[in-house]
Antibody, heavy 121, light 108 residues
Framework: EVQLVESGGVVVQPGGSLRLSCAAS????????MHWVRQTPGKGLEWVSV????????YYADSVKGRFTISRDNSKNSLYLQMNSLRTEDTALYYC??????????????WGQGTLVTVSS | DIQMTQSPSSLSASVGDRVTITCQAS??????LNWYQQKPGKAPKLLIY???NLETGVPSRFSGSGSGTDFTFTISSLQPEDIATYYC??????????FGGGTKVEIK
């Protein structure tokens, strides 16, 4: 059974930093592209970042480029999101998401339960 | 970036009704379109991929159609357990993915 378990969400002040983690199990982690997707009540679902199966390629939404860094440790079956220079508009539920096909991007077939990040003074 | 426009934003229908949701892309995305269901307090769940393919285990009352810029998601006979918000998502413009604004489905 595929499981994605996010952690690390807390309340942080504007300008602060945070690292989210996602522990994956139930599939061959290093075969799959992985994503972070966030959700806010006002803006719905927003794709944040993606990383290739080997970590060699990463891409970001314009709203987080230069502030967030996605990474993975295939030896630990783990995905990460380092979030710096946080803004109030980064407040959201952050989901760790798996792609459906090995090494092919676009169809998101498993989602974690999410971890809540609140940016507030 | 490709914009995805979903309509309606919400709807109310009776059990057994046929429900239709539309999603329009700002440019041609071929069939690179998925549909997700999100129940309250839960993560989104993949229902339809590549515009019309039913994900394994998803009831056959759900279906999708369309290509290019115009897509349709249909529930042939609405059930109480289908109360949720439904989202479309394009993946033509990789690596960036974009979602529609969502359609909240309620029982009348």
């Amino acid at each position: 059974e595929v499981q994605l378990v996010e952690s690390g969400g807390v309340v942080v002040q504007p300008g602060g930093s945070l690292r989210l983690s996602c522990a994956a199990s139930g599939f061959t982690f290093d075969d799959y592209i992985m994503h972070w997707v966030r959700q806010t009540p006002g803006k719905g679902l927003e794709w944040v970042s993606v990383i290739s199966w080997d970590g060699g390629s990463t891409y970001y939404a314009d709203s987080v480029k230069g502030r967030f860094t996605i990474s993975r440790d295939n030896s630990k079956n783990s995905l990460y999101l380092q979030m710096n220079s946080l803004r109030t508009e980064d407040t959201a539920l952050y989901y760790c998401v798996k792609d459906r096909y090995p090494r092919v991007q676009g169809v998101l077939d498993y989602w974690g339960q999410g971890t809540l990040v609140t940016v507030s003074s | 970036d490709i914009q995805m426009t979903q309509s309606p934003s919400s709807l109310s229908a009776s059990v057994g009704d046929r429900v239709t949701i539309t999603c329009q892309a700002s440019q041609d995305i071929s069939n690179f379109l998925n549909w997700y269901q999100q129940k309250p307090g839960k993560a989104p769940k993949l229902l339809i991929y590549d515009a019309s393919n039913l994900e394994t285990g998803v009831p056959s009352r759900f279906s999708g159609s369309g290509s290019g810029t115009d897509f349709t998601f249909t529930i042939s006979s609405l059930q109480p357990e289908d109360i949720a918000t439904y989202y479309c998502q394009q993946y033509d413009n990789l690596p960036r993915l974009t979602f529609g604004g969502g359609t909240k489905v309620e029982i009348k």
